[in-house]
Nanobody, 126 residues
């Protein structure tokens, strides 16, 4: 019933930009957060950014601050990830996640998110 669908992944050169989108279909809650995690080959899944769909509060991993921007369209249950100045180390599968029990102190924990997309691959060439 509840699904997250990501789009926008692809191949881009270092220094380039890319925009990812994620839409939550048939939400069963009103106050919730949507964000992005990523997993590089052979690495653990890590937090990238998240945003409160109700209040707009955004949080970023240190590695992407100043380069990535998350935005929301609450009416469409959609979040966007604007990625600028991309680096080869940004190469990963990017997963959209959503949850209604995420708090400011737990935003970086994937365990706090209840729904996950299947992922979209971002490849940054040197």
């Amino acid at each position: 019933q509840v699904q997250l669908v990501e789009s926008g992944g692809g191949l881009v050169q270092a220094g380039g930009s890319l925009r990812l989108s994620c839409t939550l279909s048939r939400p069963t809650f009103s106050n919730y957060a949507m964000g992005w995690f990523r997993q590089a080959p052979g690495k653990e899944r890590g937090f990238v950014t998240t945003i409160s769909m109700s209040f707009g509060s955004a949080y970023y991993a240190d590695s992407v601050k100043g380069r990535f921007t998350i935005s929301r369209d609450s009416a469409k249950n959609t979040v966007y990830l604007h990625m600028n100045s991309l680096k080869p180390e940004d190469t990963a599968v990017y997963y959209c996640a959503a949850g209604d029990r995420v708090t400011p102190s737990t935003v970086t924990s994937g365990d706090e998110y209840d729904y996950w997309g299947k992922g979209t691959l971002v490849t940054v060439s040197a």
